[in-house]
DNA sequence: GTGAAAGCGCTAACAT
DNA sequence: ATGTTAGCGCTTTCAC
């Protein structure tokens, strides 16, 4: 039950055929050197046999393993999926494979950072709000590094990709005040980075249009049950608004489902606009307006960043990316709703 | 930006601290062949240099990784993360690594495992509800490999792990039922195996209940969109249901919609249960009563088999292990209304 | 066009 | 307790 033993080799190969080893290598990687005869040979031997390439044993001769570890903070956030098809797809158009790990308590972060470490990838892709523990050192060694969907200041040689939170807040207000809302507001996702961002989008935003005045921001986070937490203290507070903008799509379910357990309606009474654009708040249940972040090419640039480094452009010596946000309405938004309906 | 000679060696170490880079190798491994001291230095001068283990050379040399190849065929099937999570904690826990690659189309499926199977680990998990184009081949080679989530029949050396769906429509059937409901419809998930077995298990079920003439089907889906398209289906025949059994958790939310849709409403004109047990259910503004899946146990017994495969523990021939799933009732399911109320 | 030989970083006998 | 040596599977000069 040798993991490795039992796998033919290229002396295998050689033998079988009754060339070299040299050549079978070069045949293998379609060198041109290797007459056409020969080459047959060695491959259809090495099919026969099964013969898969020991990524090992090329790893340590070559100085090189084309591979990007790709970091996963979190697996039950939707937009890791999408990011981590658009770094697969990136990598793989360059020549790039990947092998991804995921985190988990603060050990197990540095362990898999670590782990990639091992293996010799040659650049991370770090995906979540915040860097893996460990994740520092690894940057700061040989490995060039990006983090998408945070921004770390003071790492150096760390890229950041975002979206930029502050346009996307302000368009998750502009749409409502152009369906007339005025009495908008914002349930927070805490005091992380992101959270801070898009808080402070919005009440610029309410500035800017004048309405500084309504301004009124909710303890939230970015979970389910800290929506309706934020959301139901928003509903009940002296003032209630006639939207809401919440700072995640999780967040925007829960203060949904709180407008509801309030005995109002969506988007009737209380128009709900979320964050991320994950594909849950396209579900026909829920048909969230949300912000989307373009995670697709988020994805793409962090491995060009991570390649034109590798290949020695460091003609990019950027620190940060701010990719622009889109807005997609659906149901959960409605024109306000004037007082002679309301009866109010 | 070669990726490899950045890294010093253990020679460097061996240099610094003026010993024998086999007696580096040694204090490495804790060795107790090892003086204290010695120990200590080489371990503070691996610390100073930066110094980090060759996965490749110690793989190359040792005949053998500890590591487990986790092949995820699709990453935005929020059970994944779960199962995820347990292969990786028991892998752990087992002294094995894990390495996790994601499908694409069925080219990249292929590549996927083909750079597992160069990577040498030593067994390769399988998550998704078929094999991965090229898995086969994966499995008759040297690495054993089980399936979680699919049953394959004919592939010799797989096991496959699910949970009975037998049993859990059943006892989606049974809650309903215990609800008093016996219109109760159900929305498939078309030709696939998992599909064909709830199907089956919910007509078994409702035969067993003596509600065999109550039977019906309405062709689905999956997704959203395949659920929504069955439940319309059902609530626009001529004997609409006053419950819904639909085949897994996204086809249930979509079946909410189409609920809603008609102008009814869930759960007081009709019920409805979904199958997985995802998160997502247990969203508030969803709250749906669904079959849970027991993904942990899933997930270790799927390490576990690996593990002992390994160990030589040719013991354990099983082809299939299938566990018992349960039911958590939610906000989707209530009692059937009277005649009197409904006014019907 | 083909083969021989060196060596990547490491482990594991086998010496000392 | 520490050093020497061989060699894992492969690529890559360098000869022939």
Redesign the pocket.
């Known amino acids: 039950m040798d993991g ?2 039992a796998y033919p ?3 295998d190969i050689a033998a079988r055929v ?6 079978v ?2 045949a ?2 379609d060198s041109p ?3 056409q ?2 080459k047959a040979a060695i491959l259809s031997a090495a099919e026969e046999l099964g013969y898969r ?2 990524a090992a ?2 790893a ?4 090189r393993t084309r591979t990007i570890g790709v970091f996963l903070l979190d697996l039950h956030n939707p937009i890791t999926a999408d990011l981590v098809a658009a770094v697969q797809e990136e990598a793989r158009r360059r020549g790039y494979q990947t092998i991804v790990v995921v985190g988990g308590d603060s050990a197990t972060e540095r362990a898999e950072i670590v782990k990639l470490l091992e293996f010799r990838v040659e650049g991370i892709v770090a995906v979540g709000h915040r860097l893996p523990a460990g994740g520092r050192e690894a940057i700061t060694s040989t490995c060039p590094g990006v983090i998408i969907g945070s921004e770390q200041t003071g790492v150096p040689d760390l890229l950041s990709i975002s979206n930029d939170d502050a346009v996307g807040a302000r368009l998750a207000v502009e749409h409502l005040i152009s369906l007339g809302h005025t009495r908008i507001a914002h349930v927070t996702g805490g005091r992380s980075l992101v959270a801070r961002r898009r808080r402070r989008g919005y009440e610029q935003a309410m500035r800017d249009s004048g309405l500084g005045a309504e301004v009124s921001c909710h303890d939230g986070d970015f979970t389910d049950e800290g929506g309706h937490h934020g959301a139901w203290a928003a509903l009940t507070s002296g003032r209630p608004p006639t939207a809401l903008f919440v700072v995640n799509d999780f967040a925007a379910f829960g203060a949904m489902a709180a407008v509801v357990d309030l005995g109002l309606r969506v988007p009737e009474d209380v128009s709900v606009v979320g964050y991320d654009g994950t594909r849950l708040s396209g579900l026909r249940a829920l048909s969230l307006t949300t912000v989307v972040q373009p995670l697709e090419s988020m994805g793409s640039q962090a491995v060009a960043h991570l390649c034109s480094r590798l290949d020695g452009d460091d003609a990019s010596p950027k620190k940060r990316i701010r990719l622009t946000p889109s807005l997609v309405a659906r149901e959960t938004t409605a024109p306000l709703r004037t007082a002679e309906h309301e009866g109010a």
Chains 1, 2 share one sequence.
């Open positions: 490795t033993t080799t290229i002396r009754g060339m070299s080893k040299s050549l290598s070069l293998l990687q050197r290797v007459a005869a020969s390439r020991n044993a090329r340590l001769v070559a100085h």
